[in-house]
């Protein structure tokens, strides 16, 4: 229901200097996020852990309303709707997270190398030679490095 825009409203919070996704990345959080989006009452007294995750999200909330398209909906039983799509995201993230961190480090290792610039300069100083000796010697040289 939320995902892709939910994403958006994390990148908001994320890009914030004072943003820590230590203490934002988790189902109760989300599960406010959540709640902003339906027409319910809200209980001022609430602990301070809850106080805190609603200012991070006032403060982001129109422009990412605006931006998104969504506007405010009823729902029954808000509260357990939002504890149900909250540990939905959460599971999501932390699966997409989790799956892809390998490919991501990867890439980051391999940049800070210059794989892919130093396999191009090993090409083209091997011109002439088989494919074979060229995989043999890239495999001597990288290792496992910048083969995905």
Do not use: C
Request: proline residues 2%; positive net charge; hydrophobic residues 35%.
């Amino acid at each position: 229901m939320l995902d892709s825009s939910h994403s958006a409203h994390m990148y908001g919070l994320a890009t914030h200097k004072q943003f820590d996704p230590s203490v934002y990345l988790e189902k109760r959080f989300f599960g406010e996020v959540f709640l902003h989006f339906t027409k319910r009452k809200t209980r001022p007294n609430v602990k301070a852990e809850v106080q805190e995750y609603r200012r991070v999200i006032r403060k982001h909330l129109d422009a990412y309303k605006e931006a998104a398209g969504i506007t405010e909906f009823d729902i029954a039983n808000p509260n357990q709707t939002a504890q149900f799509e909250a540990a939905r995201i959460y599971t999501a993230y932390m699966n997409n997270t989790q799956t892809k961190f390998g490919w991501y480090l990867r890439r980051a290792v391999n940049a800070l190398l210059k794989t892919q610039e130093r396999k191009r300069d090993l090409e083209e100083a091997m011109k002439g030679r088989t494919t074979d000796e060229i995989k043999k010697r890239m495999k001597t040289e990288f290792g496992n490095l910048g083969w995905n």
